[in-house]
């Protein structure tokens, strides 16, 4: 053999073998993180599953960094920086406590809004509903009018009704909004409301209490974070005290309330899947619109009902999405 033809030999033999490795260098999959603090909410695996139905099976074309914060919101900032220091694409949010902790760690990673109960543009998170600017975007589960149509519904089910209790806590950017729209659905209505400000765990008690002492027989809780991560708390106290409540998402039926109306939580979190999507394929946080929801759920607790000694009207039970009997 030629000299010249053992070095092509070669030649070719060292370049197959060198494209042959580069073919087999596994192919970079995305990484996104998640934060969150309930680490055993539904919401997630409904997140999950909107990723699955676009494709991204986890493990094989996707990372996920999961990271919860449990019952203690101090961890929040510290589980932010963590994700941040990954240098990962995108970042989701499910609540408010995450999504504020991202902001201030970074400007730069795109972050996902899957969840959050006040005004995003009044806390300064984004620019406009329509267009965000910087780097986050996402869905909200707040809509001021839903309110209304709670009010409209326990209207229905205790057709002489006059009074009615609302908690809310004004501290929180979205509940003026759902306080106002209150108000105006109540004066349509005909229903005189009793304010429940509740700021902390603690005033929880007093709220019940004045609620009572008003001869009140029904309560309207607004959509907020602190209402949600005490839902248990407030149901038992409503139950106890024989009040109808209307609650502003399914987890309080579930965990023993009367009945709610309100944004479907996984669909929202489905949804939060897509805008995943669309920033890997090369989309900007800063083009996307703020999403409002669009799937809403109407459930009742006939178990509850019965505790309170109420029955439920045969035409609410025909517009329930789900009667848990």
């Known amino acids: 053999m030629s000299g010249k033809i053992f070095v092509w030999l070669l030649a070719t033999l060292l370049l197959t073998t060198a494209f042959s490795a580069q073919a087999q260098q596994p192919k970079k999959l995305p990484r996104i993180g998640y934060l969150a603090g309930d680490p055993h909410s539904?919401?997630?695996?409904?997140f999950r599953q909107g990723l699955k139905d676009l494709g991204y099976v986890e493990g094989q074309s996707i990372l996920i960094e999961w990271r919860y914060a449990g019952d203690k919101a101090d961890?929040?900032?510290?589980?932010?920086?963590?994700?941040?220091?990954?240098?990962?694409?995108v970042i989701v949010a499910a609540n408010a406590a995450a999504v504020a902790a991202l902001k201030r760690a970074t400007t730069t990673i795109s972050i996902v809004v899957a969840s959050y109960g006040g005004d995003l543009?009044?806390?300064g998170i984004v620019a406009s509903y329509a267009k965000p600017g910087g780097n986050i975007t996402g869905v909200t589960p707040l809509d001021p009018e839903l309110s209304g149509k709670q009010m409209e519904l326990l209207k229905e089910t205790l057709p002489?009704?006059?009074?009615?209790?609302?908690?809310?806590?004004p501290d929180d950017s979205g509940s003026p909004l759902q306080w106002q729209e209150t108000q105006t659905a109540a004066g349509v209505l005909g229903i005189q409301l009793l304010s429940l400000k509740v700021e902390t765990s603690g005033e929880l008690d007093k709220a019940i209490g004045s609620a009572m002492q008003g001869r009140i027989n029904a309560l309207l809780v607004l959509r907020n974070v602190l209402f949600y991560v005490l839902r248990k708390k407030i149901v038992n106290l409503a139950e106890k005290?024989?009040?109808a409540g209307m609650y502003p998402s399914s987890e309080f039926v579930d965990d023993g309330g009367l009945m709610s109306y309100g944004a479907n939580n996984n669909a929202q979190y489905r949804r939060a899947a897509t805008f995943v999507d669309?920033?890997?394929?090369g989309a900007k946080p800063a083009d996307l619109p703020i999403e409002a929801p669009?799937?809403?759920?109407?459930?009742?607790?006939?178990?509850?009902?019965?505790?309170?000694?109420?029955?439920i009207p045969q035409s609410v039970l025909y517009r329930a999405d789900k009667v848990i009997k």
């Open 42 to 46: 539904p919401s997630h695996e409904a």
């Open 241 to 243: 005290s024989r009040l």
């Open 278 to 281: 669309k920033i890997l394929k």
């Open 160 to 169: 002489k009704i006059s009074r009615l209790a609302v908690m809310w806590k």
């Open 75 to 89: 961890r929040f900032p510290e589980l932010a920086a963590e994700l941040v220091r990954l240098k990962l694409d």
């Open 294 to 311: 669009t799937k809403f759920d109407f459930v009742i607790n006939l178990k509850a009902a019965k505790q309170i000694g109420l029955t």
């Open 121 to 123: 543009v009044a806390d």
